[in-house]
């Protein structure tokens, strides 16, 4: 655990020393709340749509700024001096530690940004904090284990993208029941649907570390 | 050779079996817009239904690859997950075509409609996956993790989440699950269901012959291009350069 | 010990590296020669476990060693920091300003590698490499961009590891052939 928080410790003081990765991912964020919000702009959302755009707004902050923590160290050439210290599941899970703080980050400023352009009421406020806690971390762990997967590969920025987003779908659902309850429409079992994003991300982060370590020196 | 003979009559009495039961069955159930559509049933629900085994069998070839590192293991992961996307595939596209028929859309967007459409995506990228890597090893290492990593999704996608939401699927899940098929029809749906497993393990097995023997041929290339320029030094070993 | 036997990595149908036997014990010194693309790199690769090979196997006991001028370092870490991670990663005392002093950085163990220059990333490299008191200390390169004091700190850390019973193994380490007993010499 110590060697993770290490990885951790890090990724944080070389992403707050180089500023640019960081700054982009909270300008898309904002850029994309914005975005939607100017999309519904004409009449206040359903929550039914409302849901969609948060969700949405979660999945591409996700894509666009978390598989570059394993795709940089490819880039920059520094995969092999993390292969040559050893310790392949403190890696993943220091980086996927720090995915999911920088997701939940970018999630804090982005969906309260979008309540507000887009006029959304909330009804249930401690479903929808629960419900993008564990959204954060099933989406950290499915991608950072994606970015890990594609971080090897030829076309490393095209091929994250698209193994990513398919894996992410099954959360969206999930997502969109329990935000959309959130947001003060009638849905199944929001709770359940919160549980369920926590239960795949427990699922898709014990099960990321053990594949990452067969496939890490390959 | 002999049992692979066998299988291939096995596999061709079941074709006929079916066959003539198929033309045979009853029509079943009131519940059918036309009753004749009710028999793409006896394909639809067996290939939809050994998709996920053909998924399982992937993950766990991929697991005995990234352990014992055999080319076998790969080969048979990735036949199975190919066999495994044509079943999917295949269930998608009939039960496009019953709902068609039924309800006059192809495309509903009932639950597990798009289930099954995000397994088809999440398994289509497995094939991307395959195309960026320089080695065979790499290739087959990632290969195999992303099978295990894509199959954790199928039990959320094929049990959790469409029992989470309303579906047209739900009266002949229970219908199937609890067995409360009209005796001929069950019977002509279990034969079906099982010449369809025979011809899914034939192609899966066709398949890792065919990938066996290419990557025979590309070791063989292999070994002929370098003894082509390293056979004639033989094996190098280090040379002492002063006594101690 | 080190040991492989019939070791060969092919990358598509071109073999890089083809029957190589290698066995040497404690505290010696091989030196790996051949012309540029002779798989000098890739051979001391396969035995760091960052390539798989497509035939053979190594066995090594102990930790490994390993710098290259491929290996690249972290712009934004300081020298110090760089030290302070790979000593948590490998579960080792840090020992950052012995490290920083032996490979000669001791003034610049607060500045980000990324204003390093080429010689003072090699220096850096060289530290993370010994870091752990390896068994078995794979150069790939060591002296290349290194000035003379840099190349006699190369030299006295091979030989200070190989007193310590490390086994090294370079790659145009010593044009000269002054240290290391033996050689190995690819694509001849």
């Known amino acids: ?218 | 050779m002999r049992l692979h003979w066998f299988f291939f009559v096995l596999l061709l009495l079941c074709a006929i079996g079916v066959t003539v039961l198929y033309a045979l069955a009853p029509q079943a159930g009131p519940a059918f817009m036309s009753p004749r559509t009710a028999k793409i049933l006896f394909f639809h629900v067996p290939v939809a239904m050994q998709s996920s085994l053909f998924f399982l069998w992937s993950a766990v070839a991929g697991v005995a690859y990234l352990v014992r590192r055999q080319p076998a293991w790969d080969h048979h992961s990735r036949s199975a997950l190919e066999v495994g996307f044509l079943f999917a595939l295949l269930a998608t596209l009939t039960g496009m075509v019953f709902a068609d028929q039924q309800w006059g859309v192809a495309w509903n967007w009932d639950a597990r409609q798009q289930y099954i459409f995000i397994l088809l995506l999440i398994y289509a990228a497995y094939f991307a996956l395959r195309l960026g890597f320089t080695t065979y090893e790499q290739t087959a290492a990632y290969a195999a993790a992303y099978a295990v990593f894509g199959f954790l999704t199928v039990p959320f996608l094929v049990w959790v989440l469409p029992r989470m939401q309303p579906s047209q699927h739900e009266q002949a899940n229970r219908t199937i699950i609890e067995w409360q098929l009209d005796t001929e029809y069950g019977r002509v749906f279990l034969a079906a269901s099982f010449t369809i497993l025979l011809l899914g393990i034939w192609c899966c097995a066709a398949r890792v012959k065919e990938l066996r023997a290419s990557h025979d041929k590309e070791e063989d290339d292999g070994c002929k291009s370098g003894s082509g320029d390293s056979a004639d030094s033989g094996v190098v070993r280090p040379v002492r350069l002063r006594n101690p | ?188």
């Open chain 1, 1 to 218: 655990m110590r060697e993770a928080l290490a990885v951790l410790k890090k990724e944080v003081i070389s992403e707050l020393r180089g500023k640019h990765g960081l700054y982009m991912a909270f300008l898309f964020s904002i850029v994309a709340a914005f975005a939607l919000g100017m999309a519904s702009s004409l009449e206040r959302p359903p929550a039914s749509i409302a849901s969609v755009l948060v969700m949405v707004l979660l999945l591409f902050s996700s894509i666009s700024s978390l598989s570059r923590t394993f795709v940089l160290e490819e880039e920059q050439g520094t995969g092999d001096l993390l292969r040559v210290l050893g310790d392949p599941v403190a890696v993943f899970v220091g980086k996927m530690l720090y995915n999911f703080c920088l997701l939940l980050l970018l999630g804090v400023i982005a969906v309260p940004a979008l309540v507000l352009f887009s006029g959304l009421a909330v009804s249930d406020p401690l479903l929808l904090v629960v419900s993008l806690l564990f959204a954060c971390g099933g989406l950290a762990a499915a991608v950072s284990f994606c970015g890990a997967l594609a971080s090897r590969s030829r076309s490393r920025a095209a091929l994250s993208g698209v193994i990513s987003t398919p894996v992410l779908l099954p959360w969206v659902w999930m997502g969109l029941n329990a935000f959309r309850a959130a947001l003060g429409d009638v849905a199944a079992q929001p709770w359940a649907s919160a549980v369920g994003l926590l239960g795949m991300a427990l699922v898709f982060g014990s099960i990321g570390p053990m594949l990452y370590s067969a496939v890490w020196r390959r």
């Open chain 3, 1 to 188: 010990m080190i040991c492989c036997r019939g070791l060969g990595k092919r990358y598509g149908s071109r073999w890089a590296v083809r029957r190589v036997d290698i066995e040497l014990p404690r505290g010696e010194c091989l030196l790996v020669t051949g012309p540029n693309g002779a798989g000098k790199s890739t051979l001391l690769r396969l035995l760091a476990g960052l390539e798989a090979p497509t035939e053979g196997e190594v066995t090594l006991s102990g930790a490994v060693g390993f710098t290259s001028p491929d290996l690249a370092v972290y712009p934004n870490l300081t020298a110090r920091e760089h030290l302070r991670f790979a000593a948590t990663l490998r579960r080792v005392e840090p020992q950052e300003s012995a490290l920083l002093q032996r490979v000669g950085l001791q003034e610049h163990a607060e500045k980000p590698a990324g204003a390093f220059s080429t010689g003072m990333r090699s220096r850096l490299r060289l530290a993370l490499a010994i870091q752990h008191q390896p068994s078995v200390l794979l150069l790939d390169e060591p002296t290349v961009s290194l000035d003379d004091e840099g190349r006699e700190i190369v030299r006295q850390i091979i030989e200070e590891q190989r007193v310590r019973g490390c086994i090294v193994l370079a790659t145009n380490a010593d044009k000269d052939r002054q240290f290391g007993d033996w050689e190995v010499r690819l694509g001849a």
